[in-house]
């Protein structure tokens, strides 16, 4: 499975954590504005989110269908030429990254977090968090005064859980900045250390490229670095968002919740923090490297390219040549086998990516279908520390540090802002800037698209005119704001067949007999299935008046509880603890209802479509490895798609799950993201793409294990250097 994460607006879920043993193993889960680089923008590639997110791994132990004899690798027809080996040590994997595109690129990283299965394997004073069900892994806290083992670095998230993160190594040549190709140097390369002890993963997370990013982000004042406020508002800040220390004072600190770059942002901050991924959109390449001793699948790495929150700039992972096996083992499958994901060219029949995102191909007969190309676009977020910085005839916010208008004559050239023809001036609301919207591509002036972007600190996504700098997922847009109507309709609460929503009456006799977030009341005899609000954190998603327990929303009074009947209205007695069944009478957006639920019809609270498109909530299990629903439900797992593009089926690592598919993700959420399929078959377009899009490579022996060259704008990709 696949789980997008960055910090801030997200999709509502950790950053990954990965440990595979034995065969393998789960894991828990902007244009133009003044001070920016000049950049060439194609508005037919995107051009870059946990995560909230970072390595790759399949669902679980799956597997593929067997081959009657090993297979000779086939070369693609265009291979990238990396540079030579340049990691000595004896254990150490070459990682080397390479700007092919004709405008600069940030290589941004964000290292796995440390796994556990129990709080022994954490450091002193830490524990062994949000285990997964399905793999019995989960994720280590910092251990006593924020200590994590060697290699790894603490991230205490604000009101959050803190966290062990891997870091990296200093690059042993070049630096994160990537310049245009034939213009600088356009590559970095790190030697990743051997694994600290037998048996660890030795390296897990994820890499991609900030683009947009401000002409003098070498030498700017980064996110959380001292700065200073000028007599006349401006200051030094990357991201011109320097918080003053007190009122009226010139000196502050560069803000983290305004981007820097355009795209790929890592709270402002020239290294990634530990545990911060990139701002959406970003297309990642995801790796775990593996060495848990010798033998057979014990140093099998898995790797892949993502663009589930939506890409941004065209990239491919390759294993460097003359490093791992040229022979395909008899049980994998040829094009994942040490492939390249995100390759523009074919490889037998796994089709090449174009990296050209477009609308979908009309299908004769059948309902067209609702115009998400356009709704997916994503725009860059202009921001300012003065008046100078804006448009003419238009102001700078000082709170968000955006540009705000007056009036519609603000928006639209030829008295205003250049990027508009027939865009109108529309205020966020109370405390928040009045901002140029648009509700098409013709509002906007020539060269700009009308897309979508988050504020900072804003209730939620707007569309504006500006250059398109890649596009959203649709999971992603629904985390920025639960609100957005057609096409995607994120707060509609889900069908689960006969008309009823959620939840309907599956009888229990124990939770595990229940779909997820959900827990058996047997206490009044009822032995049916209740919905339960799920948390993360102190209390973050309960009601008032509630905190969270065990993942629970839980009552504060009475503080134990034998039978129903001593819990208040709206909660069950469950393991001796009050906890909400997460009741609701507001059909309000974001009120009553914990996450990215809604309020349904029979006043309770019920999944939505934004869960089908995150695959969170009752969707979070992959219907490769779920059950069948229980009795009177259609199917809830979190989808699963056969590919077939242009009426070719793509080839397959993983058997055909054995269950029904997910009627509503079918319906629902395949069209807008096999948009992002159509557009690179082998990268992973939504969380549980793991037959088409999961590769596998291992060493030429136990002692020498494979390197991988990263290529943002492969040859043949659009955006390319010629």
Not at 211 to 237: E, V
Not at 344 to 366: E, I, R
Not at 469 to 497: I, K, M, R, V
Request: charged fraction near 10%; aromatic fraction near 6%; hydrophobic fraction near 30%.
């Amino acid at each position: 499975m696949k789980s997008e994460a960055r910090t801030g607006c997200t999709l509502a879920r950790p950053l990954f954590v990965f440990l595979i043993s034995a065969l393998l193993m789960s894991a828990i889960g902007c244009s133009g504005d003044s001070g920016h680089a000049s950049r060439k923008i194609n508005t037919s590639v995107p051009t870059a989110a946990p995560t909230s997110s970072p390595a790759a791994s399949p669902t679980t132990t799956v597997t593929p269908p067997a081959t009657a004899t090993p297979t000779p690798l086939p070369t693609p027809s265009s291979t990238p030429t990396p540079p030579a080996v340049a990691c000595a040590d004896s254990g150490s994997r070459q990682l080397t990254f390479v700007n092919n595109c004709t405008y600069e690129v940030w290589l941004g990283t964000t290292g796995g977090q440390l796994a556990c299965r129990a709080n022994a394997d954490c450091p002193a004073g830490g524990g062994c968090q949000n285990i997964n069900a399905q793999s019995g892994v989960g994720a280590c806290s910092c251990g006593t005064g924020n200590t994590c083992p060697s290699g790894y670095s603490c991230y205490v998230p604000a009101g959050g859980t803190s966290g062990c993160f891997q870091s990296l190594p200093a690059p042993v040549s070049g630096s994160l900045d990537l310049k245009p190709s034939g213009s600088g140097t356009n590559s970095v390369t790190y030697c990743i250390p051997a694994a600290a002890s037998p048996g660890a993963v030795q390296f897990s997370g994820n890499f991609y490229g900030r683009t947009g990013c401000p002409a003098d982000f070498a030498t700017c004042k980064h996110g959380g670095d001292a700065c200073t406020i000028n007599p006349d508002g401006s200051n030094d800040c990357c991201n011109k968002a320097c918080q003053a220390d007190s009122p009226g004072s010139s000196s502050g600190h560069c803000g983290t919740g305004t981007p820097a770059c355009e795209t790929g942002d890592c709270s402002a901050s020239y290294d990634c923090p530990p545990g911060v991924g990139g701002n959406p959109p970003a297309s990642l390449a995801e790796f775990t490297l593996q060495d848990l001793g010798t033998g057979p699948n014990l140093k099998t790495d898995f790797y892949d390219v993502s663009i589930i929150t939506g890409p941004n700039v065209p990239i491919q992972a390759a294993p460097m040549p003359n490093t791992f096996q040229t022979t395909v083992p008899a049980a994998q499958s040829t094009p994942y086998w040490c492939g390249i994901p995100g390759h523009p060219q074919s490889v037998g029949k796994l089709p090449g990516c174009s990296w050209k995102v477009a609308a979908l191909p009309p299908v004769p007969g059948a309902t067209p279908t609702p115009d998400y190309l356009h709704a997916l676009q994503a725009v860059a977020l202009h921001t300012c520390a003065t008046d100078s910085d804006c448009p003419t005839s238009m102001t700078c916010n000082a709170a968000s540090n955006v540009c705000e208008c007056s009036d519609k004559s603000a928006c639209n050239a030829p008295s205003g802002n250049p990027a508009g023809k027939s865009m109108v001036c529309t205020s966020l609301g109370t405390g928040e800037p009045s901002v140029c919207t648009c509700s098409s591509n013709s509002d906007c002036s020539g060269g700009y698209v009308c897309g979508s972007l988050k504020i900072p600190g804003s209730s939620g996504v707007v569309k504006t005119c500006g250059l398109l700098t890649g596009y959203w997922g649709a999971g992603q847009l629904c985390a920025e704001d639960l609100s957005l109507g057609a096409p995607f309709n994120c707060s509609t609460p889900q069908n689960f067949g006969g008309g009823a929503t959620f939840p309907v009456g599956v009888k229990c006799t124990q939770d595990g007999d229940c779909p997820p977030f959900m827990k058996c009341d047997s206490g009044t005899g009822t032995n049916k299935c209740v919905a339960m609000a799920p948390c993360t954190g102190s209390a973050n998603g309960c009601p008032s008046g509630t905190s969270c327990t065990s993942s629970f929303c839980t009552a504060s009074s009475p503080a134990s509880c034998s039978a129903d009947s001593d819990c208040e209205t709206g909660f069950i007695c469950h393991s001796s603890v009050c906890i909400t069944t997460a009741a609701c009478t507001s059909g309000t957006v974001g009120q009553d209802c914990p996450g990215l639920m809604s309020c349904d019809g029979s006043n309770q609270c019920a999944p939505n479509y934004a869960n089908l498109y995150s695959a969170n909530g009752i969707n979070s299990q992959s219907c490769f490895v779920s059950n069948p629903a229980p009795a009177g439900l259609d199917q809830y797992c979190g989808g699963y798609a056969l590919w077939n593009l242009n009426g070719k089926p793509l080839p397959s690592s993983i058997a055909t799950p054995s269950v029904p598919a997910n009627k509503q993700w079918v319906s629902i959420a395949k069209p807008p993201e096999k948009i992002f399929k159509y557009s690179c078959p082998s990268a992973y377009s939504y969380q549980f793409d793991d037959a088409f899009s999961t590769f596998q490579c291992e060493g030429q022996s136990d002692a020498k294990q494979p390197g991988y060259v990263v290529t943002f704008c492969p040859a043949g990709a659009p955006g390319a250097a010629p």
